[in-house]
């Protein structure tokens, strides 16, 4: 079967399953731009912004398997006991397109999402998400009136933010404050309202009416640890934040720590559990490299094919530099992934891909467009096989798969980083097998 034509049935059975009708073309202003469709009162689209297969030329692309995605968000709500799961989609949903893995885990029962940017969130709105958003970077320069009419959660720790929403809700004459989640630094020392500060915060926040606080955050810096000792440390902390909160009167209705790691060690759940890498089918590993689950579903698979093929002498260099050098008369296979396309140059002499089923070796430099291949022991090798880059491939040779572990232990980085990495060159589609 060609595979491109598998996902464009597989784009048309997502389409025919979705409980939302498309209403057509959507109008255009003036300027000849889109007006968002997403408000309640109208259906909901969903038409994953990369997922056309008629834009998908060049065979590499990715495929994000929906039901692994909903396998996963099963896994992490047994863990997480009774907590509501609020999905972390920064970063385009971890490389996968946060905009159709929120409309999935939307619909399997997440009850909110996450994200580092405005950007993102107002993303996720115009992808027509309802559910709970927070936006976590706390970075609003002048689009505090966007947060709101948006009806989006910002998460809060100075007073410039204070200052920003209380002024944008006034001058949109908000009738009820605006909730919002207060970050508190218990130890990770990147963002929040320090221990030192609280009741200075506390007092500020009081002071507002435009805001309500209608949660308490906190985030880990070593939840994938050893032991969890500096997870209890910081979580005793949180603890006594939050009374240090109450006793101004400041009593949030959830509070939430939980990243994938946390909820695999089941500290810290609370209320809400903030796990973004576990929905990708990646456990946080211990240092000893035994992950903390294994009942997590790979989503992401990354496959090209073979575009030119070549018998070269023993000693032949192969690509920039000539960094490999045949040591026998070689079969080389050319894919066209490069790091452009976040196949990183790290995996330069290092690394392999999948061809019929078996693993070869990527030889020599990868280029911005393009990597060569080691086929010479691939039997029966030719023009147009398809490639795997990541995940599983059963071919007649065998059948393997490469993990994200994998890849950024090669790369000396972390799976989040591989997953991150995956450019927008690539075409993302999205499966229901
Ligand atoms: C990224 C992030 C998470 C999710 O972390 P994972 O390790 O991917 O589960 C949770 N909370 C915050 C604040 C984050 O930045």
Known sequence: MVAGR???KDQRVLEKND?????????LTPSGSQIPV???????????????????????RAEVNLAALRHNLRVVQKYSGGAKVWAVLKADGYGHGAPAVARTLERAGAHGFCVALLEEAIELREAGIFAPILVMGGYYP????????????PVVYNEEHLDGFSRASRLLGSSRALPVHVKVDTGMARLGVTMDNIEGFAEKLKARGEVEVSGLMTHFGSADAENVSDVEAQLL?????TLRFAEVGI???????????????????LDIVRPGIAFFGVSPTLPDGSPLTTELQTVMRVRSEIVDLRTVHEGSAIGYGGLWRAKR???IATMPMGYADGLSRHLTNRGHV????????????????????????????????????LGGQEGVLGSDSISVDEIAKHCETIPWEVLCAISRRVPRFYREP
Do not use: W, Y
């Open 38 to 60: 997403a408000r309640p009162s109208e259906p909901r689209v969903l038409r994953p912004r990369r997922a056309a297969p008629g834009d998908a030329i060049r065979p590499t």
């Open 251 to 269: 009593r949030p209705q959830v509070r939430h720590a939980a990243n994938s790691a946390a909820v695999f060690r089941k500290e810290g759940l």
């Open 329 to 331: 008369p070689s079969r």
């Open 354 to 389: 999948l061809v019929r089923g078996k693993r070869a070796p990527i030889v020599g430099a990868v280029s911005m467009d393009m990597s060569m291949v080691d086929v010479t022991d691939i039997e029966g090798v030719s023009m147009r096989d398809e490639v795997v880059i």
């Open 237 to 241: 902390r949180f603890e006594e934040a």
């Open 6 to 8: 598998t996902c464009e």
């Open 142 to 153: 002048n689009a505090h009136a966007e947060v709101i009419h948006r009806n989006l959660i």
């Open 19 to 27: 409980s939302f009708l498309p209403p057509g073309d959507p109008p």
